[in-house]
């Protein structure tokens, strides 16, 4: 039997955004953010400043509304998805300081990374603080299915990290180690996000391995379009420095298609780049110039959309609605970031 992968909704539109999901769990999420309030005190006041810090900062908070989103398209009633998407958004809070810190960034989301303003000891310190708070949510919730779910892609992500850093600077990483690291670091937690869903509704194993490649596949698409853009765009779109993989070294996948189809001279200069001999503006320049043409850059979206037509096809054994109309959108949102 083959599988048919139907187009991407949405992805011809000019503006597909994040309105719907955003308007779909509003009044959840007003209940989410008072969890996560709640649970940043302590009575060491640089824990909810340097949390806080990073909180407040302008994210999307994609990951919880894909937790309550999915409970919505489940027709849930209850409320201990509140609690469990304030976990998931410790948890990635949590990694974005760890990351920080092992990156050396200085912005994220357009403002001064905490890294930068308290340090690197503090900013480790209390993404670990996040982590405990975000186990204790789990085991309040009672259910060792959520904590196994959960647990699992926390560990997921540190693998993905880890080999993320050992592959920073290999110019040899091939595109399938590339996607499986992705697949730990980011879809980890998305499918994660969405799959907890289903169990807190009682509901098969099915739905709940179709919430899981929903949320994988929106996961790697949504990196590998923060990939390109990486590229392809400036801070005011980003949020941080243009060209930030490169200089230092991170084996994208843009970079992996470039140097698969360059000749021989841009081969040198992809692995002096990646080492960290080539990081000026002129080579970030010639960088690009490269990228366009391969048509990497471009390749690195037509994989995006697929995975996105992939996770919009996981949604199919679900009824039309609300909820599945703002979840099928949040993937167009997620590849239209790269237009």
Not at 45 to 69: D, F, Q, S, V, W
């Amino acid at each position: 039997m083959t599988a048919t992968v139907h187009p991407l909704p949405g992805q011809n539109r000019p503006d597909p955004s994040l309105d719907p999901l955003v308007a779909l769990v509003a009044a959840d999420m007003n209940l989410v953010n008072r969890v996560i309030l709640d649970r940043m005190k302590s009575e060491v006041p640089l824990i909810p400043e340097l949390a806080g810090h990073l909180i407040a900062g302008g994210g999307k908070r994609m990951r919880p509304m894909l937790t309550l989103a999915s409970a919505a398209l489940l027709g849930y009633q209850g409320t201990r998805h509140h609690k469990l998407a304030a976990t998931v958004e410790f948890i990635h809070t949590a990694t974005l300081l760890h990351d920080d810190v092992v990156d050396g960034s200085g912005m994220r989301r357009g403002r001064r990374t905490a890294n930068v303003i308290w340090g690197n000891p503090a900013t480790v310190l209390v993404g670990d603080f996040l982590f405990s708070r975000s186990f204790e949510l789990m085991v309040e919730d009672g259910s060792l299915r959520v904590l196994r779910i959960l647990s699992n892609a926390s560990a997921v992500i540190s693998e993905g990290e880890v080999a993320q850093l050992t592959a920073q600077r290999r110019i040899e990483t091939d595109e399938q180690r590339y996607l499986h690291i992705i697949d730990a670091k980011t879809a980890a937690l998305f499918a994660a996000a969405c799959r907890i869903a289903a169990v807190v509704a009682e509901r098969d194993e099915a739905d709940e391995l179709a919430l899981d490649a929903y949320g994988r596949n929106l996961g790697i698409a949504f990196q590998l379009v923060d990939d390109a853009i990486d590229y392809a765009s400036d801070q005011a779109v980003m949020g941080k420095d243009a060209g930030d993989d490169f200089r230092d070294g991170k084996v994208t996948l843009p970079v992996i298609l470039a140097y698969a189809r360059g000749d021989e001279s841009d081969r040198r200069f992809w692995k002096d780049a990646m080492e960290g001999h080539r990081t000026s503006d002129a080579d970030l320049d010639h960088a690009r110039k490269l990228l366009e043409r391969t048509g990497a850059v471009q390749d690195t979206v037509a994989r995006a959309r697929h995975y996105g037509r992939r996770a919009v096809d996981a949604l199919g054994r679900f009824p039309d609605g609300r909820a599945k109309a703002a979840l099928v959108e949040a993937v167009a949102f997620a590849v239209a970031r790269a237009y």
